[in-house]
C-alpha cells in the first residue's frame, strides 16, 4: 500500500495481558503491509482510568467497548471504530464473559450473590457492566453482598485463588489464555454461569490522521486473515452503531472507582 506517516503511529491495547502478544504482533503486520512504521506506546498505561487521559491521544487503540463508545459520543476521542475483532475459535466478532468461583466456592450465580466480587474496574464491560446487566435479568434488584476492585482480570483470578473473594466475571479470552498459557493460576478455579455474547473489544483509528493513512490502515486490519497473528482469525469491518445498540451512553465521564 505504501502511504508515509510523517512520524511513527503510536498504538496501545488496553485490554487483558493475553492481548499484548497480540498487539505486538498487529503493528508488525500493520507497519508491512502499509509501509507506516507503527510503535507500541510503552506510556500509554493500563487501566481504563489510564485509557481515559491518554487513548485520546494515540493513532491505534484497542480497547473495551464501553468506553470507547464513552468517549467518542462524548467528543473527547476524535477516534472512528473500524473493526471488531474475532478471536480464533470463537467463529466471529464477539465476546463473553464468565462467572467463577473456586471448586469449593458457590455453585450458581444465585449462591453467588451472598458472596464478594472481585471487578477488575467499574469502567470494564465484561468484568463489571456486562455482569451487572446479566446479574439484573437473571435476579432483578439484587446484587452481591461485598465487592472489591482487584485493577485487572488477572488480579480479580488470584484474588479468588487466595481466598480475599469469592466470585468474578471476567473476559472469555482471558481465561481461556488463562487456562492455555497458565494454568497454575487457575487451577481449583470453575465456571458457574455465562453472559450472553456481545461485540468484540474494537480498534478505532484516529481520524486525525492523514485520509490516505487511515484508509490504508483500516484496508489492512480488514485484510487479516487466520494464519497473519496468532490468536486472531481476522477484524471484521464494524462501526460506532453495533456498540452503542448493546452498552450504555453515559451522560457524562465522571467514572467512579468502587473501593474495596
Known amino acids: ?19 499484548r502478544p497480540i498487539m505486538r504482533d498487529l503493528v508488525e503486520y500493520l507497519a508491512e503491509a502499509t509501509g507506516v512504521e507503527v510503535v507500541i506506546d510503552q506510556t500509554a498505561g493500563r487501566t481504563t482510568i489510564e485509557a481515559l487521559r491518554h487513548a485520546p491521544t494515540l493513532d491505534l487503540v484497542w480497547m473495551c467497548g464501553y468506553p470507547t463508545v464513552s468517549l467518542i459520543s462524548a467528543g473527547r476521542m ?7 475483532p474475532v ?3 470463537h467463529g466471529g466478532p464477539i465476546y463473553h464473559a464468565v462467572i467463577v468461583t473456586r471448586e469449593s466456592g458457590p455453585l450458581s450465580l444465585g449462591a453467588a450473590l451472598e458472596t464478594r466480587l472481585a471487578v477488575n474496574e ?3 464491560w465484561s468484568g463489571f457492566l456486562g455482569l451487572q446487566a446479566h ?13 472489591a476492585v482487584t485493577g485487572s482480570h488477572r488480579a480479580s483470578l488470584a484474588a479468588l485463588a487466595d481466598g480475599t473473594c469469592d466470585v468474578a466475571s471476567v473476559d472469555v479470552t482471558v ?5 492455555a498459557e ?8 470453575r465456571v458457574i454461569d455465562r453472559t450472553v455474547d456481545w461485540p468484540a473489544p474494537p480498534f478505532s483509528l484516529n481520524s486525525k490522521l492523514k485520509p490516505g493513512t487511515r484508509r490504508s490502515f483500516t484496508e489492512a486490519l480488514h485484510a487479516i486473515g487466520p494464519a497473519e497473528i496468532a490468536s486472531l482469525d481476522g477484524v471484521v469491518p464494524t462501526g460506532l452503531d453495533l456498540y452503542q445498540d448493546v452498552m450504555p451512553i453515559p451522560s457524562h465521564l465522571g467514572l467512579r472507582r468502587t473501593e474495596a
Do not use: C, K
Open 1 to 19: 500500500m505504501g502511504t508515509q506517516a510523517e512520524r511513527p503511529l503510536r498504538a496501545a491495547t488496553y485490554l487483558g495481558d493475553n492481548t
Open 78 to 84: 476524535s477516534h472512528a471504530i473500524v473493526g471488531a
Open 87 to 89: 478471536f480464533a475459535g
Open 122 to 124: 467499574v469502567e470494564s
Open 135 to 147: 446479574v439484573e435479568r437473571a435476579f432483578p434488584g439484587r446484587w452481591f453482598a461485598d465487592q
Open 175 to 179: 481465561w481461556e489464555h488463562a487456562l
Open 182 to 189: 497458565r494454568p497454575e493460576e487457575v487451577a481449583g478455579l
